[in-house]
């Protein structure tokens, strides 16, 4: 009711409707977006703030929703479906209230189906106390977890978390994953994750640190290692499948990726 702003969301182009006021207050992403001819903008007095549509296609209807109505009320309807992308959006918009109430929606619901994507989410937006709460879960299951298409599409840093220097205690979720619930030697339920580790995509320094690591733990074959920094010499991934080439998503760039593309020239 009496809306002066309105956004044009998702695919689906819906259309919300709401209030410049409210929106500028509640959050500074917000507050530069409509400021125009809000007092204190450099804009000339009486110019007309825009009334939009301002057009938001890579976002969900729900999702933008649900952002819209913590900026009202201070809560938030989330389900397992949206929390994510929820999460995502409380950071973009700089919204820290609203991404503490995502963690914790995540942390209470989490599933095997979701862990994983939630702990890529943890690692990307730096939430530690959300990224060791899936090691824990991740830790209790881990072998429904690695038969999970989201375990495939971690990235490097989320699969080996680097090591600050004053975290001597912090360990990797695979090497070390407790015996005492798997019922099982750790080589052995390691072998089908460690058979879709990347190991092309590390870059020289982290290899050898993995090689170092992989001389205590004896996980990784050292057949892997090798041909890892044989596509280092070669500059191409010779003898190592075409899908341990490819950057899952999340995986930070390098200059040696681009000669494992087979179609790069």
Not at 67 to 81: A, Q, R
Not at 237 to 252: A, D, H, K, M, Y
């Amino acid at each position: 009711f009496h809306s002066d702003v309105t956004f044009v969301v998702g695919r689906e182009q819906q259309k919300v409707f709401a209030h410049r006021c409210v929106l500028a207050c509640r959050c500074q992403a917000f507050r530069g977006m409509l400021g125009q001819g809000l007092p204190g903008s450099e804009d000339p007095p009486g110019s007309i703030p825009p009334q939009g549509p301002f057009i938001l296609g890579n976002v969900q209807p729900e999702v933008f929703l649900a952002v819209i109505e913590f900026l009202y009320t201070n809560s938030v309807t989330l389900n397992s479906h949206i929390a994510l992308e929820v999460l995502t959006s409380s950071v973009e918009y700089g919204l820290q209230d609203l991404c503490k109430l995502c963690i914790k929606f995540i942390k209470d619901t989490l599933s095997v189906e979701q862990v994983c994507e939630a702990l890529q989410a943890a690692v990307t937006y730096g939430q530690a106390d959300l990224q060791q709460h899936c090691l824990a879960f991740i830790e209790g299951c881990t072998a429904a977890v690695v038969r999970t298409q989201g375990f495939h599409e971690l990235s490097d840093t989320a699969v080996f978390p680097p090591k600050p220097p004053s975290a001597q205690g912090f360990t990797d979720p695979i090497p070390h994953i407790s015996q005492a619930v798997l019922e099982r030697p750790v080589p052995e339920v390691a072998a089908l994750p460690v058979q879709e580790l990347r190991l092309p995509l590390l870059a020289p320094s982290e290899l050898a640190t993995l090689e170092s690591h992989n001389q205590r733990d004896l996980l990784i074959p050292v057949e892997s290692i090798a041909a890892a920094w044989r596509s280092h010499a070669l500059r191409k991934g010779s003898g190592v499948p075409s899908r341990l080439c490819r950057p899952r998503r999340g995986t930070r760039p390098r200059d040696h990726h681009r000669h494992l593309d087979p179609h790069a020239k």
